[in-house]
C-alpha cells in the first residue's frame, strides 16, 4: 500500500467545470504539497501547505489534517491546465511521499 | 535566478558505459535530490543530500552514486548502465526555513536517460 493515495487516476473534464483531485496520506506530515507536470516533463511546485487552506488564482488546495486528506480545486477549467497532478507528503523526518499523479484533460 | 538546471536534457547509452548527471541550484538550498520517474510510477528517491559534504540514500540508489562538494552542485553518477536504468531523472532543490519548515520543492527540467 502507498503511503499517498491520489485519486482520480484520469480524469477528462469541459471546459469551465470545477475539478477536484484528492489525495490521502498514512504518515504523519509536516507539510503536502501539490506538484504540476506538464506534458513536455517539467514539474513545479503550486502549493505546499500544512494546514487549512491556500489559494492560487483558479486553484484552491486544502488539507484536513486529522482527516489525512487533501484536495485540490481548479475553478474554471482551462485546457492549459491539462497537466499531471502529483501530491506529496512530508513527513518529519524531512522524507517524501509520493503519489502517482492525477492526469488530467480539459477538453474545449 | 536559473533556479534548478540539470544537464544533459536527453542522453543514450550502451549497456556497461558510465556517466553523470549535473544538477546545479543557485538558490542556496541545504537540500538536493535525485528521483526518476517510470512511466505510470510516482517519482522514486534515488538519492538525497541535506548539505554539502553530506549524502544518503533514498529507495532506488542501487547502480548510482553521489556526491555533494559544494552547496551548489549535487551530480549523480551511473556506473555501467543498464537498460533498467531507463527513466527520466529530476534532480530537485528546497532550503530549509528553521524547526520543522522547509520550503517549496523546485525541480530541474528532467534528462531522458536511455540504455540499449
Known amino acids: 500500500k502507498n503511503e499517498v493515495e491520489q485519486s482520480p487516476q484520469n480524469l477528462t473534464a469541459q471546459e469551465g467545470e470545477f475539478i477536484t483531485i484528492n489525495c490521502s496520506y498514512s504518515v504523519g506530515i509536516s507539510a503536502l504539497h501539490w506538484l504540476q507536470q506538464h506534458p513536455g516533463g517539467g514539474i513545479v511546485s503550486l502549493f505546499m501547505?500544512?494546514?487549512g487552506k491556500k489559494k492560487h488564482g483558479r486553484l484552491i488546495a486544502t488539507i484536513n489534517i486529522q482527516e489525512k486528506h487533501s484536495s485540490l480545486h481548479i475553478t474554471a477549467s482551462h485546457p492549459r491546465d491539462s497537466a499531471v497532478y502529483i501530491c506529496?507528503?512530508?513527513?518529519?523526518?524531512?522524507?517524501?511521499?509520493f503519489g502517482t499523479g492525477t492526469s488530467l484533460t480539459v477538453i474545449p | 535566478n536559473a533556479g534548478v538546471t540539470q544537464t544533459p536534457k536527453f542522453r543514450i547509452l550502451k549497456i556497461g558505459q558510465s556517466m553523470t548527471l549535473q544538477c546545479t541550484q543557485d538558490m542556496n538550498h541545504n537540500y538536493m535530490y535525485w528521483y526518476r520517474q517510470d512511466p505510470g510510477m510516482g517519482l522514486k528517491l534515488i538519492y538525497y543530500?541535506?548539505?554539502?559534504?553530506?549524502?544518503d540514500k533514498g529507495e532506488v540508489p542501487n547502480g548510482y552514486n553521489v556526491s555533494r562538494s559544494t552547496t551548489e552542485d549535487f551530480p549523480l553518477r551511473l556506473e555501467l548502465a543498464a537498460p533498467s536504468q531507463t527513466s527520466v531523472y529530476f534532480c530537485?532543490?528546497?532550503?530549509?526555513?528553521?524547526?520543522?519548515?522547509?520550503?517549496?520543492?523546485?525541480f530541474g527540467e528532467g534528462s531522458r536517460l536511455t540504455v540499449l
Open positions: 530537485a532543490s528546497r532550503g530549509y526555513l528553521g524547526g520543522w519548515s522547509t520550503g517549496e520543492l523546485f
Open positions: 501547505l500544512s494546514s
Open positions: 506529496a507528503a512530508i513527513n518529519t523526518g524531512n522524507q517524501f511521499y
Open positions: 543530500s541535506v548539505g554539502a559534504g553530506i549524502t
